[in-house]
């Protein structure tokens, strides 16, 4: 864990350190808008973690229906399909 990490969610956590230990493509399973998590922050906070990490690419599996907008809205975050995931990992 880096020595001042910033102050945010443990959910949003997982992402910031995945990129912070250099993770050029980073996969968000289970990150939706139904996750549940105790505060609404998370989404923002997660959103936080892509615009400081903005040559890293978040995939984001699901429907994308079903993934906060904000998120897609970011060039480095996209949606793909669980097909897609299972595909694209050789799972």
């Known amino acids: 864990i880096p020595n ?3 102050q945010i969610l443990p959910i949003a956590m997982i992402a910031y350190l995945a990129a912070f230990d250099g993770h050029q493509e980073i996969f968000l399973l289970g990150y939706n808008i139904e996750t549940p998590v105790d505060s ?3 989404i923002d906070q ?3 973690v892509m615009d400081a990490y903005s ?3 978040f995939f984001v599996p699901g429907i994308q229906s079903n993934i906060p907008k904000t998120w897609l ?3 480095n975050c996209e949606t793909i399909t669980y ?3 299972i ?3 050789d799972v």
């Open 4 to 6: 001042a990490p910033p």
């Open 40 to 42: 609404p922050r998370w």
């Open 46 to 48: 997660v959103g936080e």
């Open 87 to 89: 595909s694209y990992c």
């Open 83 to 85: 097909r897609e995931f």
């Open 55 to 57: 040559k890293v690419k």
């Open 73 to 75: 809205d970011r060039t």
